[in-house]
């Protein structure tokens, strides 16, 4: 396995991220502020590396279609060697990304896998890391223009890992305002908008690297400094679970669907936004948090709870390493039942860590 193996960028780029994690843990340490929590933040790392595992076959798929999409029916000639093809390629994958990313908070499906990165009760580094398994199924779909345009798909595949980590720095609270760079750039200012619960905070700032699209469409506010933002949802997810984290609104939308009194009710509650409900009943979304009096979710956690997170992450990171360095030599098969049983590992210790007699609360 070994002897097979080759580096491949997200195998440089994940010790850096993790290293970066423990750069902003050391400044807030520095600067007496906490904006970390363990169980959050071990979760979301764990989540970000399950993400790694499921998304690294499954988003194979549309590469695929990608590349036959572009050799058969793209438009234009593009050279890789042009600074323009890039340029105007990562505008267009980033304006396409703003429709996605739109998509994936008015959409009922969609938000179901999109919601496991807002399930986080902190804003930090790691939380940029609490990415979803499922959304790799309709994401390449808004990228097709790119395709149609005959952009290269190892074009494609570049910027979108660009526009991807760009994203990344914007997840921290111990940068403020960064002046005129406010006005086109995605910040960590208007991206904490972007995860706050508050009622001036939902459903805006969907920008990627820019946030002209906001501006252009309607969506962008400003950070409110007498406002104090409250992270997460607001049905809190309550659970340390990779697994459950990915899964738990699928069950929501499904127990939805199955009590519907037709078919086109069914069909509205995947299709229509979060907050849809039948006009003859009652809206039971939930109101917008007390920033004095949210709750945030807390457990007690013995030693050996926390030892078994961080013995997981270090078990799951070094498969992960393995995994990516090896997977082309791999048959498609046997990819599949190696991400199985990675997703069966990481249901079985969420699950112990989620255990009631860990959940005794705790509040900040």
């Known amino acids: ?11 440089l780029v994940i010790p850096v991220l993790l290293a970066l994690v423990f750069i902003e843990l050391g400044f807030a340490y520095l600067k007496g502020r906490k904006v970390y929590n363990f169980q959050d933040s071990i979760t979301s790392i764990n989540i970000g590396l399950l993400s790694q595992f499921v998304n690294s076959t499954g988003a194979v798929f549309g590469a695929v279609m990608y590349a036959l999409i572009e050799a058969r029916y793209g438009t234009f000639e593009w050279s890789t060697a042009s600074p323009f093809t ?12 703003y429709w996605v990313h ?31 398994s499922t959304g790799f199924y309709f994401k390449w779909v808004f990228y097709l223009p790119l395709a149609v345009l005959g952009i290269p798909v190892e074009v494609y595949v570049i910027v979108g890992l660009v526009d991807l980590l760009y994203q990344f720095w914007v997840h921290t609270r111990l940068i403020g305002r960064l002046g005129f760079l406010e006005w086109f750039l995605v910040t960590p200012s208007n991206h904490r908008v972007h995860h706050g619960q508050n009622d001036y905070c939902i459903d805006r700032n969907f920008g990627g690297i820019f946030c002209l699209w906001d501006r252009l469409f309607g969506t962008y506010a400003d950070e409110r400094e007498e406002e104090p933002i409250v992270y997460g949802i607001r049905k809190p997810l309550e659970s340390w679970s990779p697994v459950w984290s990915n899964l738990h609104y699928y069950k929501t939308l499904w127990l939805k669907v199955k009590n519907a009194r037709s078919w086109r009710e069914g ?38 709870i926390r030892l078994s997170g961080i013995a997981t992450t270090l078990v799951a990171l070094t498969l992960l390493i393995l995994y990516l360095g090896t997977r082309d030599q791999i048959p498609l098969a046997r990819q599949l039942i190696f991400v199985a049983i990675v997703i069966g590992l990481f249901a079985g210790i969420g699950k112990v860590w989620s255990l009631e007699k860990f959940q005794a609360p705790q509040h900040d």
């Open 86 to 97: 890039w340029i105007f390629a990562l505008l267009l994958y980033d304006f396409l990304y």
């Open 102 to 132: 739109r998509t994936g908070h008015m959409v009922n499906i969609f938000w179901a896998a999109h919601i496991t990165h807002h399930s986080s009760e902190e804003f930090n580094l790691s939380t940029a890391m609490r990415q979803a």
């Open 267 to 304: 069909l509205m509650f995947i299709v229509a936004e979060p907050d849809w409900s039948p006009a003859d009943t009652e809206n039971t979304s939930t109101k917008s948090p007390m920033v004095d009096s949210y709750q945030k979710h807390r457990s007690h956690a013995p030693t050996s």
């Open 1 to 11: 396995m070994i002897d097979n193996f080759s580096l491949k960028p997200m195998i």
